[in-house]
């Protein structure tokens, strides 16, 4: 066990684990967060993904070692119900989920992806998802509504 | 013996101090449903307050066992009550899937919720609106007829001194108004003297309300099943044998000793899990477990081949019939021309994101499960069998998990997590992992289908005759699940069939045979490859058959692919209403198929096909690429018509309509479960690989209303005419006969090798 400083969603926290624990699961049974989700464990399907400094990873493989003093931004560090963030918003306006249980990664792939590129085409959308799956079958309203975001935004 | 059932109150009064510590996306209602529970325990039907709540706050909770699988089912049933009730659609709660609080109206399966429970809340609500009329009108002292509600204010036209809401009527107490009920689950009819609106004043049904889940489902704050946490809950991770047919001959408890937090390895029969203080150590401690298993006494088909020759040969134990007219076996012999084809489907996943996951918790004489099952009821009698619980002692509580499309593990993991709970006295949460998920599911079931045709000298066709074998569902309800399997429970049937719809029965032919036959699929002990009802169950695989041969007549008697179709539609007026819209869409190019050769190394092509379930109608028409050299097949875009009587929420069916389309492309282009004859070798995404942002078609919809008719399932159905609208679009654009799904790149080059058509060799 050991004692690990984690950044997360703006503050500042410290667990007590095992430092070969997979982030995932310090996030969801350590904080109570419930946007990343567990998928695969295998990093194949995106379920898992946080932002980690800026860029995407898949909690589900990362030991939670790797993480300590980084900036972590998972789901719930974008908006709320109350105040969503204008990609949230985006997904709520074009109805792009089913049963949502993908929706973590594709919207945290999504803020990467429009952080780096404000104006993306259809294509760039479903390059920066192709490693997310979905199963219901929301691929389309979700390109929909990253490009919806990125209309608002710019 | 002394009877340890107790009465609901005392058992909902007993799980009240350990249940609902975690809060739901939507608060309910502080009016907590019914007065008085049946003798066995149930929900009463027939008391108004069984249905739905008013509070103070104006809001209205609806009480349902129709649960939500993703498919939006809670926002049309709250647009149903609403209309009804004639309150703001926002105003609706719903509370669902809780068998201490809902009335059993049956699972919610094959996309007919709203056909089969949505008259069900039509009534109940409407009965709710005269009540409270009645109570208003008693206030005012004056005749109910001469009040309106508007808002869930009543009030009478041209006096604003005399309107009171609903709230203020009766919020937070109950209605105690006794309601008609008879029959049960999907056929409990209610209220039957009270009459709904008219369709032709509906504002609320008919509209695209924004689905109530994704605010919370896009934020993090929804409340899945994984999430559920409870005080002193322990985790439990199951360890299944990785071979069909296996037993545990020893478990190693040193092997895992060194694991902190680890609280008990558990052994019951061939049952084996292990339970932790954290969700991490359970992981390691599974991992880590060393079992010596059995070798396995069965064996498996080893390939396809073996698994299709096993379908073909062995006596099927019941023939179902859907269609028997004249005599298809004369007619054939006797034809100009006959023809023949035969198709196969392979086992597919339903392939949940999420794993799943429920928590249990089993005390001496009561039980409180939490699970995603599409039954609750199904499931309290699933694991008060393996409990040897009285039903009434065991409350299951439906909470979301990942998207289901179909009956699969939800179903198993309560068992697994009541036995560990079991075990240890302590509430335990169980998720599956993603091995577990993709081995153990209960699979789509193989299909292998067999069509015969004679035509006569006028080209026209005499008679059809179509034969589907496949297994039944070895997982369905009444069958023992897989930890009560394994802890000694056995199956004392084959299991439910897997339907008859698809073989061709749309069309009118003057001899005409449509049979399902069931072949036997039980093992001694429960397989990775068990099945269940995979979405649009035996229809994909049947429809993909019947529409490829229909089109591999029309090809054969040179004929446009759809005017072929619509000379055997009779007077289907649906039926060619769909196809009619679905072309005009696509700006379908009459000509028959294959299309002329074109050089260069890409062929493209476009294909049709119509389906009909549960008297839906849906007709697709796909257009594809196939780069001849790889014979990698690309579809660019579907076109869906869709008919399911009246529409409740236009937008909700468009997004079940993409969504099946998509999970159709993926089905009829990759998906197939690898195995050999000790169990599966899919285990994971990149051994079973679900189609992709990079592959996805565009896709256009039409939807045809018709406000005038009562709802019918919708969604599901759009999957079916996908993939034969796929295969047919492929032989346009190559000449090769696709007749084996998926159509992998191997497939296709097989078929392009092969040259023309093998029906013109039959």
Known sequence: ?154 | MRDKSLSRRQFLKGAGALVVSFSLSRPASEALAQSQPLSDGDVDPGLLDSWLAIAQDESVTVFTSKVDLGTGIDTALAQIVAEELDVPFKRIRMETGDTGKTVDQGPSVGSRTIEKAGPQLHHAAAAARRELVRLAADRFGISPEKLTVKDGVVSLVGDRSKQISYGKLIGGQRLNVKIKASGRGYDLKLAEDVRPKDYKQYKVVGSSAPRIDLPAKVTGEFTYIQDVRLPGMLHGRVVRPPVVNSKPLSVNEDSVRHIPGLVKVVQEGSFVGVVAETEWSAIQAAKALKVTWSEPATKLPANPDELYAYLKNTKSFRDQVAVNKGDPAAAISQASRSFEATYRWPFQLHGMIGPSCAVAEVRKDLATIWTGTQGPFRTRKAVADLLEFPEKNVRVIYVEGSGCYGRLSPDDVPEDAAVMSRAVGKPVRVQWMREDEHAWEPKGPPQLMMVRAGVDSQGKVTAWDYTDRGFPWTAAAGMPLLASRQIGLKPKAQGSPNGTQGGGELYAFENQKVVAQLIPWVHEDPTPLRTCNLRAPGDVARSFASESFIDELASELGVDPLQFRLRYLSNDRRGTDILQAAVKKAQWKEGKSPAPASGGSIARGRGIALARRAGTYVAAVAEIQVNKSSGKALVKRITIAHDCGRIVAPDGVKNQIEGNVIQGVSRALIEEVQFNASGVTSLDWSSYPILTFAEVPDIDIVLINRPEMEPLGAGEPSLIPVPAAIANAIFDATGARLREAPFTPKRITDALKAGLSPAQRA
């Open chain 1, 1 to 154: 066990m050991a004692r690990i400083s984690l950044k997360v969603n703006g503050k500042s926290q410290v667990v007590d684990t095992d430092p070969s624990t997979m982030l995932l699961y310090v996030l969801r049974d350590d904080l109570n967060l419930r946007g990343p989700r567990f998928g695969c464990d295998l990093s194949q399907c995106g379920a898992c993904t946080v932002i980690m400094d800026g860029k995407t990873i898949r909690s589900c493989s990362t030991p939670v070692s790797v993480a300590r003093n980084r900036e972590i931004t998972t789901l719930e560090g974008l908006g709320s119900v109350a105040r969503p963030h204008p990609i949230q918003k985006a997904f709520i306006d074009e109805q792009a989920g089913q049963c949502g249980y993908c929706l973590n990664g594709m919207i945290m792939a999504a803020k990467v992806l429009l952080d780096k590129n404000p104006n993306p085409t259809d294509a760039d959308i479903k390059k920066a998802l192709v490693a997310n799956l979905c199963r219901c079958g929301s691929h389309l309203r979700i390109v929909r509504a990253i490009k919806r975001a990125a209309k608002k935004k710019a």
